[in-house]
């Protein structure tokens, strides 16, 4: 069975969690921006960085 686009990205979105948390077991940092703006550096040791990006698209 076929997905249209639409049940793709709903899919991706649904489980996007899961792809991330084995990328990091996996060694690969994570970056992302959050829900608040706010850029978020996430490497596998536990190490978290985050930056604020302004208007204009650069880090505050």
Do not use: C, W
């Not at 996996?26 to 536990?46: A, F, S, T, V």
Request: charged share 20%; proline share 3%; glycine share 8%.
């Amino acid at each position: 069975m076929s997905l249209t686009l639409e049940e793709l990205v709903q899919t991706a979105i649904e489980n996007q969690h899961i792809v991330l948390e084995n990328e990091l077991q996996k060694g690969i940092p994570l970056n992302y921006i959050d829900g608040d703006g706010r850029y978020i550096l996430h490497y596998p040791d536990g190490h978290i960085e985050m930056k604020t990006l302004s208007n204009n698209g650069y880090f505050e």
